[in-house]
């Protein structure tokens, strides 16, 4: 009879043979441009704020869209995303869509560059400022920088495929992601891969007034991306630890 530790190694990989562990899986390689896609990043907000909000406190909160700003004339524009500084030049200026920014006040954010959410379903990106763990929340907005067409495109998309996936598999593909692993490849240092690390399974409904979507927790257990543990043990020998219990979780600790 096998021992224990053979049952679990065996287990172990039979559970890794389930899992896509290249590039090609969204969990791995997160696309975070936000000229195209399903998946919507939410800016100007604090990961901790959003988790106290739909977590602890069991509230709703909705998608705002972004604003354009004026045209700007210098040759070059140096912008600040979410984590890393980005150059825009005049010529890539000129293929690129309208720079928007949030209609949080003081906001002065512009889209990020490739390597900058969607999970298998949504996955949003929550960017705070990583100071403090002040909790407060202003109000109940998500802020994100896309036109009101695209964002009402996206979210449409969202929840069409999230019911859908619902009905015929019984399954909940839709996630809030807090917080991303940038990372490389050994043989492809040049590329750099963003991954989600907290994923929150939410819902999204569709209000009757101003046809407004609202997202809220669906009360089902928040977890680590077990793609990305399992590809950081394997390349790199590094163990992403477990989630606390959601009673003592803090994404900003964490």
């Known amino acids: 009879m096998p021992q224990p ?39 100007d907000e604090s990961s901790l704020a959003v988790f106290q909000m739909l977590v602890r406190d069991g509230r709703t909160m909705r998608f705002e869209e972004g604003v354009a700003e004026e045209s700007s004339t210098p040759a070059e524009l140096s912008t600040t995303g979410s984590e890393m500084p980005s150059t825009i030049s005049a010529t890539e200026m000129a293929r690129s869509p309208p720079r928007r920014r949030t209609k949080k006040q003081g ?42 067409e695209e964002l009402d ?51 999204l409904e569709r209000g009757r007034a101003g046809n407004r979507y609202a997202l809220s927790w669906d009360e089902g257990e928040i977890d680590t991306n077990l793609s990305l543990k399992t590809r950081m043990k394997v390349d790199f020998g590094i163990e992403i630890p477990e989630l606390p219990d959601t009673e003592e979780l803090s994404p900003v600790t964490y």
């Open 5 to 43: 530790d053979q049952l679990l190694k065996h287990f172990e990989l039979a559970r890794r043979d389930l899992l896509e562990l290249t590039t090609a899986n969204r969990m791995l390689s997160t696309p975070r441009e936000q000229s195209h896609g399903a998946s919507i990043e939410i800016v």
């Open 107 to 148: 906001a002065e954010t512009a889209p990020n560059g490739p390597g900058m959410g969607g999970t298998v379903g949504a996955n949003s990106q929550s960017t705070g400022s990583g100071k403090t763990d002040d909790v407060s929340v202003a109000d109940d907005v998500l802020h994100t920088i896309l036109a009101p």
């Open 153 to 203: 495109r996206r979210l449409a998309l969202l929840m069409a495929d999230g019911t859908t996936l619902m009905q015929e598999q019984g399954v909940n593909v839709l996630y809030l992601a807090l917080g991303f692993l940038r990372w490389y490849e050994p043989n492809a240092p040049e590329t750099s891969r963003d991954a989600p690390l907290i994923l929150i399974p939410v819902m």
